[in-house]
Structure formats: structure tokens, C-alpha cells
């Protein structure tokens, strides 16, 4: 039996430090406050404003119940300016499998109909959450944020939702260039190999995902030589 991060005192002490930590090495960048919200509208007029978009997999236009499943993160600086961004939405996948679910929602947001999703997606369901949407303004890109930022994310969700795995999905150019691994995925695997109907998107996309026991693992990591790295 896999010991949850829910069900594992000691495991949620340690993903509790890692927030910890994570937040006073924030506060060393200019992160003065770290804002986490559930209302959506308000998320999207936020990202609109500072980027002129948001993912589809946060818009209230393509999923209606992020409400009550998902949660959004905001990083400003001393005067209020929005800093950086993510989100995370939990998915309960009980009788359905992720390769099921990402064909679902990829046709319906994107258009494309995939041929065959790689095996490996068969295996997840049940509890998953799925993060994305990172964005950080540019001249705060050199410090090393998006390492420490996007595995508080993955520590939070792990408390807070309980999942199996967290995934993401990304670009092939960017999982070759090692920007999954920077933000704390283990996994990554090409999602298809090939399209009934191409997508709207040109790029390849991977799967990228962790497990409880990845964060435990990572959890010993010092985010300060991370973030010095």
C-alpha cells in the first residue's frame, strides 16, 4: 500500500517546510506577497491585464467547475505588481483513465483528436491534479523563481488535494531544454504520436509528472541552491 501525502504525518511536515522555505526565498527575490484565490473571473481578468491571455485549462469558458477544484497563486512585489503566476485544478478520474480525459479536454479545447495517447496514461486515475499557467515577469526570470515557485505549488497540492501523481503538459522545445525538471517534474513522456484532427497548437506536447514519492524525495532538496543553480 502507497502511503499518501494526506495519510503520512512526517511526509506532510516535510512538504510543509518546503512551502516554508520556499516563501523566505521568495521574500530574498522581491517576492513581498504571495496571493491564492478560487474565483476564476477574477484570476482571468488578472492574467488578461498582465499577459493579454490565459491557459484554456483555467478559463472559465472551457471548465466550469473550478471553483470548487481548483486554486490560483499570484506573487507581487512591495507595490502590489503581479510578479508571477500559476494554478492548479483538481481532477478525480475515478473510472476514467488520464489518457481518457486529456483526449476529452484536448479535442474540446484545442480541436485535435489524438490517434493513440502513450500506455503509460492508461495507468493514472483516480485522484490527479493538473498544474500550469506559470508565467513570470521578465525581469525577474534570471533569479531562478519559476524552481522554487512551481514546487511550492507541487508541495501545496500534495496537502491539499492528495493525488496520485501531479502532471503538467509542455512543449517539446521546453521539456528538452530542461524547464520541467527545473520545476520539480521526474516524468515526461510524449503525449501521442499522431492526430486524427491536428490540434490548434503546432508543437509537440509531453505529459510531464511527479509522484508523492517524488516530492518526498525532492523534499530534502535545498531550495536556496536551487535557486542559486
Known amino acids: 500500500m502507497v502511503v499518501g501525502i ?3 504525518p512526517q511526509a506532510d511536515w516535510a512538504a510543509a517546510r518546503f512551502m516554508i522555505d520556499g516563501e523566505a526565498v521568495l521574500r530574498e527575490m522581491g517576492v513581498a506577497r504571495i496571493r491564492l484565490g478560487n474565483d476564476f473571473e477574477e484570476y482571468k481578468e488578472v492574467m488578461v491585464h498582465a499577459r493579454g491571455k490565459i491557459s484554456e485549462h483555467f478559463d472559465t469558458d472551457y471548465i466550469d467547475t473550478l471553483e470548487q477544484e481548483g486554486v490560483w ?3 507581487e ?3 502590489g505588481k503581479h510578479i508571477a503566476n500559476q494554478a492548479v485544478r483538481f481532477e478525480d478520474l475515478r473510472g476514467v483513465s488520464l489518457a481518457i480525459a486529456l483526449k476529452r479536454r484536448l479535442q474540446r479545447i484545442h480541436g485535435g483528436v489524438a490517434i493513440q495517447s ?3 496514461l492508461e495507468g493514472f486515475c483516480g485522484r490527479v491534479a493538473y498544474t500550469g499557467d506559470m508565467w513570470i515577469r521578465r525581469e525577474y526570470r ?3 523563481l519559476a524552481p522554487v ?3 511550492m505549488l507541487q508541495a501545496y497540492t500534495f496537502i491539499k488535494f492528495d493525488p496520485e501523481i ?6 517539446e ?3 528538452r531544454a530542461g524547464y520541467g525538471a527545473r520545476l520539480g517534474f521526474v516524468h515526461a513522456q510524449l503525449y501521442c504520436h499522431g492526430w486524427e484532427k491536428e490540434p490548434d497548437f503546432q508543437k509537440p506536447r509531453y505529459v510531464m509528472w511527479m509522484g508523492r514519492q517524488d516530492l518526498a524525495w525532492q523534499s530534502g532538496e535545498s531550495l536556496e541552491k536551487l535557486a542559486a543553480a
Request: charged share 25%.
Open 73 to 75: 497563486f499570484l506573487c
Open 173 to 175: 522545445d521546453l521539456v
Open 6 to 8: 494526506a495519510m503520512n
Open 118 to 120: 502513450h500506455p503509460v
Open 77 to 79: 512585489d512591495r507595490r
Open 166 to 171: 501531479i502532471y503538467g503538459l509542455m512543449a
Open 142 to 144: 534570471k533569479q531562478k
Open 149 to 151: 515557485f512551481g514546487r
